[in-house]
């Protein structure tokens, strides 16, 4: 146990390395997800992205093989738009993902639903859809690694980050 | 690629008993019983070539023995101890420890350093050579002559090609099942050589595919901040390039049998359809348009039919198309989802992933859609990739993670096309998504 523990600690370390030799911003979705929340007193910054996970959540979810929005969802993405509408000048990225429950190459096209699905309502509430970007990360994302129903609700998602001109 | 000479070795003066009738394996039965066959290690005049003998030997005697359709006996059983390649076999000294086959060698050390790899098989019970093959090669390239004689073997007692002489891109992952290091890697078909070909730091490559015809692998690319796109991997410079530049994912892509184009799924506004891109020209030709998901082409030998997934009936399943799109049917209509299917290279079977009743399967069927069968399953079975001869199947497992997330791992293995011998394929580390080489020049 010790061993496998001491293994992913390296595994997360040239995960850190290889994030930060990339061109781009750090895009990891579940990176941004707690660190800011927990070390400031005095809340988030606004207009970040941890302020967008609190006031209004960054997450939505699907049904198994699913990629139309649930009341939940739509009321997470209504309350997304409003908060774009807040940073006008925030640009977003949606990316789509799936459980395990899939084949590879099915995976992808679904997530690829899911992220439009979610972009599409985020547009008919008034958000420019320039401003959006999407991707599908098919399975290859999972948030919960497990191999649980519980695990396979959370990892069916569109996650939004934000992107830039953010706070 | 180094190359391999190949001539065929004199008969040794005619048997004086009649031949009988010869020996010979059905691969299309389900039921074989394995062939026995005894193979001493292959000679040599001096230490160094009786090294490589022996190392030949092994080689050859595991690509049989993995192959289901032959029982390699025991070197300790051996009662006679051949001398010469060219010398007539004591079939009674092998008849008594039940071999049907033998196969006696030689490695021989040339004048210009390179080696000659000489092969008799013989048929113990009608006392007769089968038939007999020398390869020469540069003596680091030994383990492609083993390859070569399993092949020759394989043939003469099958009247197959083999596919011994082949090898295997697959992905290699490293790191936590959230954000695993995805690299491209190839190595032997028996595992042997492994070699990465990406670095994996910038993107996860997914879903590999050799080219029919050449040194070429296409794959996915999975970005981070991006949609993820098809590339061309040249396994022989190195170079790689991206096919095509477009706003949406591509993704799922597959070689036409004559290598000259690509057909994938390309993403646009959410929806994914099929298109084949010509490698000359770069041109893309849409074949479907659908609003639902059309998903992982793969083509017929003949060049004639496509078959793909969609999910346009509800659920997944497989359909099949003509080369330009026209004449979509469904093929698959039983329970559960079908898809991912992949196309034998002998044109009479499509492999598919059904997933039914939270089990994956890796399966069988005729491109009119009769004749399913299911040769696998469990928690995780997908990625279906042919052997070149179309007997058998690699595909990858994926164990679930236990309760605290670890584990989980995904392993390669392989299945004959009756369902049996499945067996794990060495990889180093987890492995998934294999794709088999054509057979080597």
Redesign the interface.
């Known amino acids: 146990m010790m061993k496998?523990t001491k293994i992913?600690g390296i595994?997360?370390s040239?995960?850190l390395i290889?994030a930060c030799?990339?061109t781009?911003?750090d895009?990891?979705a579940?990176a941004g997800t707690d660190t800011s929340a927990t070390t400031q007193p005095a809340g988030p910054v606004p207009g970040s992205q941890a302020d967008l996970e609190n006031s209004a959540g960054h997450r939505v979810f699907y049904g198994y093989n699913e990629y139309t929005l649930t009341g939940e969802a739509q009321s997470t993405l209504a309350r997304q738009a409003a908060w774009l509408k807040e940073y006008p000048e925030t640009r977003i990225?949606l990316a789509g993902n799936c459980d395990?429950?899939?084949?590879?190459?099915?995976n992808?096209?679904?997530g690829?639903?899911r992220?439009?699905?979610a972009?599409?309502y985020l547009v008919s509430l008034g958000v420019d859809a320039s401003r959006i970007?999407?991707?599908?990360?098919?399975k290859?994302?999972?948030?919960?690694?497990?191999?649980?129903e519980q695990a396979w609700s959370v990892n069916r998602n569109a996650t939004t980050t934000i992107?830039g001109a953010g706070a | 690629m180094k190359k391999l000479l190949i001539i065929l070795l004199a008969a040794i003066a005619a048997a004086s008993t009649p031949a009988f009738a010869r020996v010979t394996i059905d691969i299309t039965q389900g039921n074989v019983d394995p062939m026995p066959v005894a193979a001493p290690n292959f000679l040599g005049a001096d230490e160094a070539t009786q090294g490589l003998g022996r190392d030949i030997t092994g080689v050859i005697m595991n690509d049989l023995d993995r192959s289901g359709l032959f029982q390699v006996i025991d070197q300790r059983a051996y009662i006679e101890k051949p001398e010469s390649v060219n010398q007539r076999p004591r079939f009674a000294d092998w008849r008594i420890i039940n071999a049907q086959v033998l196969i006696v060698g030689e490695v021989e050390e040339l004048s210009d350093g390179r080696i000659q790899v000489s092969t008799r098989v013989w048929d113990v019970y009608s006392d007769e050579q089968l038939a007999a093959v020398a390869f020469k090669t540069p003596a680091d390239n030994w383990r492609r002559a083993a390859h070569k004689v399993a092949d020759f073997v394989y043939k003469t007692l099958t009247g197959e090609d083999g596919y011994f002489d082949t090898r295997l891109v697959f992905v290699h992952e490293?790191?936590?099942?959230?954000?695993?290091?995805?690299r491209l890697m190839i190595m032997d078909q028996d595992g042997a050589n492994p070699i990465p070909l990406t670095d994996?730091?910038?993107y996860?490559v997914?879903?590999p595919r050799f080219s029919p015809t050449q040194q070429q692998i296409t794959y996915?690319a999975?970005?981070?901040?991006?949609?993820?796109q098809v590339y061309l991997f040249n396994i022989e410079t190195g170079e790689q390039e991206q096919l095509g530049t477009f706003r949406?994912?591509t993704?799922?892509p597959r070689f036409s049998p004559d290598g000259r184009a690509v057909m994938m799924?390309m993403?646009r506004?959410?929806?994914?359809d099929i298109f084949n891109m010509d490698l000359s020209t770069r041109r893309l030709t849409r074949l479907t348009d659908n609003p639902a998901?059309d998903?992982?082409p793969t083509m017929a030998p003949d060049g004639k039919r496509i078959a793909f997934?969609s999910?346009r009936g509800g659920s997944?399943q497989v359909y099949t198309m003509n080369a330009d799109g026209s004449n979509q049917k469904r093929i698959t209509f039983g329970q559960g989802?079908y898809?991912?299917p992949v196309w034998s290279p002998r044109g009479d079977l499509i492999a598919f992933?059904r997933?039914y009743q939270?089990r994956f399967y890796i399966g069988v069927v005729r491109p009119d859609g009769s004749g399913e069968r299911l040769l696998t399953e469990s928690?995780?079975d997908?990625?279906p990739t042919w052997s070149p001869n179309g007997r058998v199947i690699l595909f990858y497992r994926?164990t679930?993670?236990?309760?605290?997330?670890?584990g989980?791992d995904s392993q390669l293995w392989s299945v004959d096309l009756t369902g049996r011998n499945l067996r794990r394929v060495r990889t180093p580390g987890e492995a998934s998504?294999p794709a088999w080489s054509p057979l080597l020049p």
Do not use: W
């Open positions: 496998f992913a595994f997360a040239l995960a290889s030799a990339s781009g911003p895009l990891d579940t990225l395990e429950r899939g084949t590879r190459e099915y992808l096209a679904l690829a639903r992220a439009e699905a972009k599409s970007t999407t991707v599908s990360y098919g290859e994302r999972p948030i919960d690694p497990r191999s649980t992107t | 490293t790191g936590p099942k959230e954000k695993k290091v995805k994996g730091l910038n996860q997914l879903t996915m999975l970005f981070d901040n991006r949609p993820g949406g994912m993704f799922a799924s993403e506004n959410g929806n994914s998901i998903v992982s997934t999910d997944q989802n898809q991912t992933t997933i939270g928690f995780l997908e990625g994926q679930p993670t236990r309760r605290d997330g670890s989980g998504d």
